[in-house]
């Protein structure tokens, strides 16, 4: 009996000992980043909890994705109060404040508020709609199986990146992360950039992510003015 209890005592430790991850560092968020932008969505998987969101950083737009085909920008993707729901997935934009679309995708600029000018057609319909939308705040979040399919999505958009953390700054259960990231879309292709905020928060053992939430940039605000 004795035996038994000390085999089982024992178990329970190698399998405390191996539960009991240690609070995330430094070394494990570079991890968490590479693993990010190299379409590691198991890794990632590991880190993030059950619950996580990424709150992407705000912007003033339409809130819709849109790609180009076949001459027009097919909406595929729209929050939910986008619009007054004028624009729904599957709908073609032809034109946007009297410009003809082409494969650049809509170029808005301007204030809250500022009248946006399209003319659309619906999802399975021929007939030339006008529609006069105002840009409006939007903020995108994504849940945890959002946000993996979209690691996938990204890694397979692009040839090669390089990914450099700046600075990152621990504080409780809160991770700020300073990154600049660059890659070509093809083999000694065109190199594009960005540099991003991020702030991590962690759950109460500190060793998953519950949250990233992408900071507001000088760039939003430079996107409001013509």
Do not use: C
């Not at 986008?82 to 934009?93: A, H, P, V, Y």
């Not at 057609?121 to 849940?143: A, C, H, M, R």
């Not at 507001?216 to 605000?221: A, C, P, R, T, V």
């Amino acid at each position: 009996m004795r035996i038994m209890k000390k085999i089982i005592f024992n178990h329970i430790a190698i399998l405390s000992f191996v539960l009991a991850f240690p609070p995330l560092d430094n070394d494990d968020i570079e991890l968490f980043m590479e693993a990010r932008y190299g379409g590691d969505t198991s890794t990632v998987f590991s880190m993030i909890g059950d619950s996580f969101q990424y709150i992407h950083t705000p912007y003033v737009g339409l809130g819709v994705d849109a790609r180009y085909v076949d001459g027009s920008l097919i909406v595929t993707y729209s929050l939910n109060d986008t619009t007054e729901k004028n624009l729904s997935i599957g709908d073609r934009i032809h034109e946007h404040n009297e410009s003809v679309v082409d494969s650049l995708g809509l170029n808005i600029y301007g204030p809250e508020g500022e009248i946006q000018k399209l003319i659309i057609t619906k999802k399975g319909d021929s007939t030339f709609t006008e529609l006069n939308i105002p840009l409006k705040k939007y903020q995108y979040v994504q849940d945890q199986d959002s946000f993996l399919e979209d690691i996938m999505d990204y890694s397979d958009a692009w040839y090669d990146y390089d990914m450099e953390i700046i600075e990152t700054i621990l504080k409780k259960n809160k991770i700020v992360v300073h990154y600049r990231w660059e890659g070509s879309k093809e083999q000694l292709g065109f190199i594009y950039s960005f540099t991003a905020i991020e702030i991590f928060t962690l759950n109460k053992k500190k060793d998953l992510i519950d949250k990233i939430e992408g900071a507001w940039s000088e760039k939003q605000f430079h996107d409001q003015f013509k």
